[in-house]
């Protein structure tokens, strides 16, 4: 049985990939702020994580190096948007954004990469919003959540420079699509379950490492 390690996976896009890891049969390791979530299974196993509490993600990360499982797939999925409607930067928003999306995920991968198994695979979920070459061309990213945009950036820029350190794990960053979740809104075009049947798929796979993804076509930087 092959395990895999998700992040947030109370609600939309996690809790959709939770489910859909649980339906191809692998374990589970899934994350939640208050550590728990409204569905069960019994290879599904819940850890509490606060991607803000240096604390929080030390306990995590003891219990999977302790658990004795190796991981085969890490999907950095937990984040936030906290200036969904700013467009300027306001600092102290773009510290809690920086907390969350960036420096929890790499702080959690880096102390469990030594539980992650040789041709493995870890998925960071970014978005087109974090694509330098990218913004400024689609309407619906001009101006607002600047913090949110330079957070999933440096993701991208964590990605490439983890798997140029990497020789036996992939590293991708993925974006999800416009996604209905409570990040997303009522108006996005993409439900959970189609985000994470994508997601899955390029999880799954053998690609290229260092790349960045969408719906199973490179996205540029
Ligand atoms: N929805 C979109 O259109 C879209 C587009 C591009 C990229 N993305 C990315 O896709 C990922 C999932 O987004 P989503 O749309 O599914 O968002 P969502 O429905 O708001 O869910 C976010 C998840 O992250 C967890 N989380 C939030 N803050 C956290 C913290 N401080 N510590 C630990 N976990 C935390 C939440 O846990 P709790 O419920 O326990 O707080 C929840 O499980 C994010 O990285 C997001 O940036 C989404």
């Known amino acids: 049985m092959k395990n895999v390690l998700i992040t947030g996976i109370s609600k939309g896009i996690g809790k959709a990939l939770a489910q859909?890891?649980?339906?191809?049969?692998?374990?589970?390791?899934g994350t939640a702020t208050n550590g728990g979530v409204d569905f069960t299974d019994n290879n599904l196993s819940v850890i509490q994580l606060e991607l803000t509490s240096k604390e929080s993600i030390d306990a995590c990360a003891s219990t999977i190096l302790q658990?004795?499982?190796?991981?085969?797939?890490?999907?950095?999925?937990?984040?936030?948007?906290?200036?969904e409607?700013?467009?300027?930067?306001?600092?102290?928003?773009?510290?809690?954004?920086?907390?969350?999306?960036?420096?929890?995920?790499?702080?959690?991968?880096?102390?469990?990469?030594s539980a992650i198994n040789s041709g493995g695979h870890i998925v960071n979920l970014s978005s087109t919003a974090g694509s330098l070459s990218l913004v400024g061309h689609e309407s619906h990213f001009e101006g607002h959540y600047p913090a949110y945009k330079i957070s999933k950036a440096a993701v991208n820029m964590y990605t490439r420079t983890l798997a140029l350190r990497l020789k036996d794990i992939i590293v991708s960053s993925v974006h999800p699509g416009w996604v209905k979740t409570n990040m997303g809104g009522s108006d996005a075009d993409v439900t959970p379950e189609e985000?994470?049947?994508?997601?899955?798929?390029?999880?799954i796979s053998?690609?290229?490492?260092?790349?960045?993804?969408?719906?199973?076509?490179?996205?540029?930087w």
Do not use: C, H, M, Y
């Not at 859909?20 to 390791?29: A, H, I, P, Q, T």
């Not at 658990?67 to 200036?83: E, H, P, R, T, Y």
């Open 85 to 113: 409607d700013d467009t300027v930067v306001v600092a102290d928003k773009l510290r809690k954004t920086l907390e969350v999306n960036l420096i929890g995920p790499i702080d959690l991968t880096e102390q469990i990469l």
């Open 195 to 203: 985000a994470a049947e994508n997601i899955f798929k390029l999880a």
């Open 67 to 83: 658990s004795g499982k190796k991981i085969d797939i890490l999907i950095n999925n937990a984040g936030g948007l906290f200036d």
């Open 206 to 220: 053998n690609p290229e490492t260092g790349q960045f993804w969408f719906n199973g076509k490179k996205l540029p």
């Open 20 to 29: 859909k890891f649980l339906k191809e049969g692998f374990f589970v390791f």
